[in-house]
């Protein structure tokens, strides 16, 4: 069993002492309802066949269809698939929205595929699973390396394959294949919601806000530029390469643009691309690594990359006041203790990142209602949402004197609980 999935138990097993969580249902939730393993055959260009793994977990459908996005990527794994379903159902539940969770996955480099290649392998995907997905029943949606373009594809072929129209059998299409408003920066609007609640909690009003944000991809990149537009003070961002710490505050759309003419975002501190050897690494504007912009002292830090990034070894060195989980699981339950200890506060993926999934439930209802809503329409029924589902969990954490995670999970589980017959 992976490190995520123990990680996955560990989580269910806190929450069910919070909840007395009734030892049967504890039970059931200890394991997806269904795994699906699909080898899928794919006529490459040069007339070759090539078979790929797929997987899809069902996890829990108590409060409603299967929900979760797909993804493309060399390191999926059956477990990982797993794990991330068990999330998809806390989170559905946490933001109370009537779906449950599901998640997929196929084992390749999309980098390495033509346009051709990846739409037959995405067809082919559906061609495996078709049956067990419908608006009724499991909803894909995209994740890693997959995008409205392949949904669009997806539909398509589930719709020829089952013989009907089924707009809402996977979202994040484009707009006009019945996509909504706001999906692409669903998740990263949520998140800034979350961050104005937590300011309120924590008595920060009127206060410059200091942020760093790990991460600087479609959900880095909008938290980023929502907060900075919020007001609050971005000081530092990185990706992949590395990042950019700027006392003075950094522009998320200046570095945007330095990014997408080919720049690093080191080179912030020129204002234009650069190499790595004209790149500063002391001074007020700075290249900053990966690590070190998790030990940075600010008020709120947004781990928005990738997971197990806080862990029992760098704990102890975060000077946060507070972080906002953007990524999926982005620190371990052995972090989660230290920085508890700290006097941290953690608001969790599963509550941070959760406006992405929301707006999908949205168009999948719009789908079903054959209604299209605004961006201000979709926007103010989001806020709604996250307002009331922080609300709810920082409740929860002051009547049991527990973490923000522990009260989430508590929330949801016992949502999911009260929903399972057996």
Not at 54 to 59: D, I, K, M, V
Not at 350 to 379: D, R
Request: hydrophobic content about 40%; overall charge neutral; some cysteine.
């Amino acid at each position: 069993m992976s490190a995520l999935f123990v990680n996955c138990l560990s989580q269910l097993d806190k929450a069910a002492k919070v909840i007395n969580l009734d030892k049967n249902i504890h039970e059931i939730l200890k394991n997806p309802d269904k795994i699906l393993t699909v080898y899928i055959p794919v006529k490459m260009d040069d007339g070759e066949i090539k078979v790929f793994t797929g997987y899809r977990s069902q996890y829990n459908n108590a409060l409603g269809p299967y929900k979760g996005g797909i993804r493309y990527h060399s390191n999926v794994s059956l477990d990982e698939v797993m794990a991330l379903s068990f999330w998809m159902m806390i989170k559905c539940a946490t933001v109370g929205i009537p779906m449950g969770g599901g998640k997929g996955g196929v084992i390749v480099n999309p980098k390495d595929l033509s346009e051709g290649e990846l739409e037959r392998l995405s067809r082919g995907y559906i061609q495996k699973i078709w049956r067990e997905i419908g608006s009724d029943k499991d909803v894909p949606a995209p994740d890693v390396y997959t995008n409205a373009k392949i949904m669009a594809w997806m539909r398509n072929e589930y719709e020829k394959l089952s013989g009907h129209s089924d707009p809402g059998v996977v979202t994040g299409k484009p707009i006009a294949d019945g996509g909504s408003e706001g999906r692409e920066s669903a998740t990263g609007q949520g998140g800034a919601y979350c961050a104005r609640e937590l300011v309120k909690k924590m008595g920060w009003e009127g206060k410059q806000i200091t942020v760093a944000v790990q991460g600087f991809g479609n959900v880095g990149g909008y938290v980023a530029k929502i907060l900075h537009k919020m007001g609050f003070k971005i000081v530092a961002l990185s990706d992949s390469q590395g990042g950019v710490f700027n006392e003075d505050g950094v522009d998320p759309y200046k570095a945007e643009k330095i990014k997408k003419a080919g720049g690093m975002l080191g080179c912030y501190c020129l204002g234009s691309v650069c190499t790595l050897n004209q790149i500063s690494k002391d001074g007020p504007c700075r290249f900053i690594s990966n690590e070190e912009i998790l030990e940075l002292d600010v008020d709120i830090l947004v781990p928005a990359a990738l997971e197990n990034q806080i862990r029992a070894d760098n704990a102890p060195r975060v000077k946060a006041k507070a972080i906002m989980e953007m990524a999926n699981g982005p620190t371990t339950p052995e972090a989660d203790e230290i920085l508890k200890a700290k006097g941290i506060t953690v608001v969790p993926d599963v509550l941070a990142n959760a406006g992405g999934v929301t707006v999908s439930c949205f168009e999948w209802e719009q789908n079903l209602k054959n209604e299209h809503w605004t961006e201000v329409e979709v926007l103010k029924k989001l806020e709604e949402k996250m307002t009331g589902a922080f609300a709810e969990i920082w409740e929860m954490k002051e009547k049991h004197g527990v973490d923000m995670r522990t009260a989430a999970f508590a929330l949801a589980i016992d949502r999911v609980a009260k929903a399972i017959k057996f």
